[in-house]
């Protein structure tokens, strides 16, 4: 796979896009506790896929339309806040203001996904997580790995296959993007790099990490290798990027604490704060792992200080599962400004335990983002996890002893922000993306509830209606996002953007 890929001009996070104007309902979570509701609202997105002008409640005057109107406000502003010139002649205008069971919604983020594992979604149930990894984990990433030349281009097919689906499954279930671990070898890995900027995926690529496996050697490599091999990725990863965008960032990638020697836990320690590259790694997943890491570590009191001390815990540190954090570990975490993503489907199936995100969130002042963790996870969907992450703090507070008496159920508005705001701030691109803002780029999906063959039956009385008062709208339309989280899926996701760019059009007709 060549490196210079953005050199390509057919490649979707590349291509050429007019100024658009958005028109319709747009709804996303800023903040924690807050969720927007916001009628009639003008969108404009320019051709860097920014967005750069933002009307709420419009309501035309005297028959003018909202691209005359905009227009207008644009020419008494001089020029758009972004600071890109408007052809009036190509702005191109889509509408669905006459559609109320359509709405815009943020593209999600996945903080924590295995790509490699794609193949094994559904496979172990029950396993416990250390003989989950030895029995199908390892042997299955260990085909992305090339020995030796002979072998290059069958790993490469098998990899560009697998790889190739994973990226096309998350797009279509609106997640525009996502924070990768792929298997231990660089080669791979670069491809996978490739594939995302291609197919026009936001991501962070992790090479994972590893020098002391035991249970598996032939899964391992030395720290040498892994230097050589990051040094390789980082170089690639540079290139790939379109001009003056960074779609694809390489991600430091601890595999965790078991299968990493002090001197591999030093050197990536180093290598984040030297390059200034995010972490991603598991922590306190399973009891019988964190046993193993007191055994291995025994000069450190806790899970979470091993990665400390190693300067591994960082405000750009993502840490996956995080269920059996003790408190000292709790306060360790939100000092260093770490993130937890919280895998509620991977945590059960493998019966890891339930994670107490509401205390993350709201005692601990924790930011939580939401991780599918395939295959530990069996649903690529980040909406299926804001579902169950929902459910597992009901079956939590339903145990108030565990629950220490704290009424710890989360909120759809908690879910819906870890899935975007919490999964930005993980990711470091609060700024960038999550919510919609000027300034931000226009990672979006569009949301039908009303489409063929979807199982959210939306009936005529349940749908906003332009005579209603605001108040009645906007609890009709917390209805319906009710319906779309319990009851949605990826055929509701019709349209997805990301940087703009259209990458998913699936334009299904609405039911009759």
Known sequence: MPAAVAENPKIKATSAIPYTLYFGTFIHTPELTTSEICFNTLVGVDSRGEIDYI????????????????????????????GSEIDDENIVFVDYTSEPAKFFFPGFIDTHIHA???????????????????????????????????????????????????????????????????????????????????????????????????????????????????????????????????????????????????????????????????IQTHISENKQEIELVAELFPDCESYAQVYNKHHLLTKRTILAHAIHLTQKECDLVAEKQCSISHCPTSNTFISSGEAPVYKYLYQDKINVS???????????????????????????????????????????????????????????????????????????????????????????????????????KEKKMEDLLGKWIFSGDDRNCVSVWCNGRLVIDKRKPTKN
């Open 55 to 82: 009307e709420k409640d419009f309501e035309p005057a005297d028959g003018q339309s909202p691209v005359e109107y905009f227009k207008e406000q644009k020419k008494m502003s001089c020029q758009p806040q972004g």
């Open 116 to 278: 490699s594992q794609f193949p094994n979604i559904g496979i172990g149930l029950d396993t416990p997580l250390l003989d989950w990894l030895n029995t199908y984990t390892f042997p299955l990433e260990l085909q992305f790995s090339v020995k030796d030349q002979s072998e290059q281009e069958a790993k490469f097919k098998f990899a560009k296959h697998v790889y190739s689906k994973v990226i096309q499954a998350t797009l279509e279930n609106g997640t525009t993007c996502a924070s990768y671990f792929t298997a231990i070898d660089a080669g791979t890995t670069n491809l996978f790099a490739d594939l995302l900027v291609e197919m026009g995926q936001r991501g962070y690529v992790g090479k994972v990490c590893m020098d002391h496996n035991e249970p598996c050697p032939a899964y391992s490599e030395s720290l040498e290798t892994c230097r050589k091999s990051m040094d390789s990725i980082i170089s690639h990863i540079s290139k790939v990027n379109p001009p003056r965008e960074h779609l694809v960032e390489p991600i430091v990638t601890p595999r965790f604490a078991p299968v990493c020697s002090t001197p591999m836990l030093d050197y990536l320690g180093e290598i984040s704060a030297r390059d200034n590259l995010p």
């Open 370 to 472: 939401l991780g599918t963790d395939i295959s530990g996870g069996f649903d690529v969907s980040i909406l299926a996890m804001v579902k169950y992450a929902i459910l597992v703090s009901h079956h939590l507070s339903m145990k108030p002893a565990q629950a220490n008496g704290v009424d710890c159920k989360l909120s759809m508005t908690d879910g819906l922000y870890m899935a975007t705001m919490g999964g930005a701030r993980a990711v470091g691109l609060a700024n960038l993306v999550g919510s919609f803002a000027v300034g931000k780029r226009f990672d979006a999906q569009l949301i039908d509830l009303d489409v063929q063959g979807a199982r959210t039956d939306v009936f005529s009385w349940q749908v906003p209606k332009s005579g209603d008062l605001l108040p009645v």
